[in-house]
């Protein structure tokens, strides 16, 4: 969950810093037959600095369609996803950081970590930004109107198994149609 900036109360960080020390660990363990990173190996203040600078390249993505809801002002407003994203890119920042004492992150887990979200025609920051993907909590007038799409018994009008292509499902539509009728 997000949280103030420890060097600067008004600034709300987005992530987790547990979750960002917890995928480094569940990497580091498999490729370093049992090595638990650390307080020594991977520092807090480094951790809080790669959330704060992946929450400021959040924004950058995020402000431009979002101006009246951001800067976020309280840690609870923070939409659970963009706490998802920030601590995969923070995750991308530490490692990236410690490189010296971890090894070099492969390819596929920049990918996962940073190139999703990143990329610019394909990642997730990107559709944000030109308005092909919306944040719900950040899209409604008030909070009980963004919590209304996971209402018990109410299903989203887009296929939520795809990550990159949340477009309409032609089969729920349908089968909505089917209802109203």
Not at 75 to 90: C, F, L, M, Q
Not at 118 to 142: M, V
Request: glycine share 6%.
């Amino acid at each position: 969950m997000a949280f103030l900036n420890p060097n600067d109360s008004t600034e709300v960080l987005y992530g987790v810093s547990g979750d960002v020390r917890d995928e480094i660990n569940s990497y580091v363990l498999t490729t370093t037959a049992g090595h638990y990173a650390d307080e020594k190996e991977i520092p807090g203040s480094l951790i809080i600095a790669s959330l704060r600078k992946a929450t400021r390249l959040i924004n950058v993505f995020l402000e431009p369609v979002y101006p009246d809801k951001l800067p976020l002002s309280a840690a609870g407003d923070t939409p659970k996803y963009i706490d998802e994203v920030a601590s995969d890119i923070g995750t991308y920042y530490t490692f990236r950081a410690s490189t010296a004492k971890l090894g070099r992150l492969p390819d596929d887990k920049k990918r996962d970590y940073f190139d999703q979200y990143i990329e610019p025609k394909t990642g997730i920051l990107h559709q944000i930004k030109n308005r092909e993907l919306q944040i719900p909590e950040l899209t409604a007038e008030s909070p009980s109107e963004s919590k209304s799409t996971r209402a018990p018994g109410r299903h989203p009008a887009f296929d939520v198994d795809r990550e990159l292509s949340q477009g309409v499902d032609e089969d729920l539509i349908d089968d909505l149609n089917k209802e109203r009728e």
